[in-house]
């Protein structure tokens, strides 16, 4: 019988069908074995699902309960031993609120909603209204099995608060009890209109919601599910038209600026956003493409041309090493030390020191500088995910925009 280690030998190179073979009793000895890599003996709780030795449960719950031990292998232990009800009354605990471990919170809540319990609806609402992916789907997943297990009507009497979490779970368990739920459209949370958009499946229904709806927000969200399901643009620009064109105002934001920030990030903006910046989007011309090549080559003949001596252009993720964005970084002067940044998005450039002879350069060659003043208007009401933040991003970061 092959070793424990030999079948783990590093952290990426498991052999899940040759741990399945050890016996229980062994992979339990190195699953609780806290001299063990997290890595091996995440791989030993994985490899006994289906098949707890019953003698051995008390040892593999203490590591769950175990905040000192690694957050990962408590993860693993607890997805492991989810089916049991002994777990419940320290599952609901209130420490368990505090959980912080990586990925705790949402196993337990994970856990409890497989035990059928139902005062974990809130919690797994929270979590179904998360801006990140898993949580939100251990969320949904976890709602889906209260529903399944004490129907729609009970999980929602869990949900009474007033929040948007709740709301928005209250509209995804209306949902799937076959409810309409388009009158969430009005909610005064973009997050909770946009999930009841994404949820809306019939175009007439949604084009007589539109000749009645409560709100101006309503109707842009009526209008933006209505475009997504048929795809016809010329409707969709009518009824902007008829809407009265409406837009987020940005004081300083000059149209050439906010074409080229609406057309690069309205398409795939945070929830929370502002429907006004999706329409907008959908009903106006894009800028025209970035000849990038020709650009870079432009800019780099007239740092040239002004002696500065510059470098071979770097998109910005060669200059940071990893990641992409909406820029190149064009090192110039003694050693390369000076840096302008041309940006992908139009005929924008600048830099962190706005430097005269850079920008006299660029602008004499039809770039648009863009200095501190201009760079720091924060465009409202667009979320744009930026290094783990949602928020509405300043003309200077969306322009230049990086993320590793």
């Not at 229980?24 to 791989?43: C, E, I, K, N, S």
């Not at 007439?204 to 109707?219: E, I, K, V």
């Not at 999706?278 to 002004?306: I, M, N, S, W, Y």
């Amino acid at each position: 019988m092959q070793r424990i280690k030999t079948l783990t030998p590093e952290a990426g190179r498991i052999d899940s069908t040759g741990l399945r073979a050890c016996a229980p009793g062994r992979l339990v000895r190195y699953a609780v074995d806290p001299a063990q890599p997290w890595w091996r003996r995440t791989a030993c709780a994985q490899a006994l699902t289906g098949r707890v030795p019953e003698a051995r449960f008390g040892e593999l719950f203490a590591c769950v309960r175990d905040t000192g031990d690694s957050g990962t292998v408590r993860k693993a232990l607890l997805e492991l031993l989810a089916d049991r009800v002994e777990l419940l009354p320290w599952l609901r605990e209130d420490e368990r609120l505090e959980e912080q471990a990586y990925g705790m919170p949402e196993a337990v809540l994970r856990a409890r909603a497989g035990l059928g319990d139902l005062t974990a609806a809130a919690g797994l609402a929270a979590l179904a209204f998360s801006p990140w992916r898993d949580r939100r789907r251990t969320g949904e997943a976890g709602l889906d099995v209260l529903v399944e297990r004490h129907g729609a009507a009970a999980v929602l009497g869990q949900l009474s608060g007033d929040g948007p979490a709740d709301r928005a779970a209250r509209v995804l368990v209306r949902h799937a009890a076959g409810e309409d739920v388009l009158e969430a459209l009005a909610d005064p949370d973009p997050g909770v209109a946009h999930l009841a958009q994404s949820l809306a499946a019939d175009p007439d229904r949604l084009l007589a919601f539109l000749a009645g709806a409560p709100t101006p927000d309503a109707a842009l969200w009526a209008a933006y599910a209505l475009h997504g399901l048929t795809g016809d643009a010329g409707r969709t620009r009518a009824v902007y038209e008829q809407l009265g064109r409406p837009r987020v105002e940005v004081p300083g934001l000059d149209e050439e600026l906010r074409r080229a920030i609406v057309h690069e990030y309205a398409p795939e903006c945070e929830k929370q956003s502002d429907p006004r910046w999706r329409l907008e989007c959908l009903c106006t011309e894009p800028p025209e493409p970035v000849d990038e090549e020709r650009q870079l080559a432009l800019a780099t003949a007239a740092l040239t041309a002004a002696g500065l001596a510059p470098r071979a252009p770097l998109s910005c993720g060669q200059a940071n090493r990893q990641g992409g964005g909406t820029y190149h970084v064009i090192g110039y002067g003694e050693g390369g030390r000076s840096e302008v940044l041309i940006s992908t998005l139009g005929r924008f450039a600048g830099d962190h020191d706005d430097d005269p002879a850079a920008r006299a350069a660029l602008e004499a060659a039809g770039f648009r500088w863009i200095d501190a003043d201009t760079g720091s208007i924060g465009v409202s009401g667009l979320g744009v995910y930026y290094f783990g933040a949602r928020e509405p991003l300043d003309v200077q970061t969306l322009l230049f925009y990086w993320q590793d």
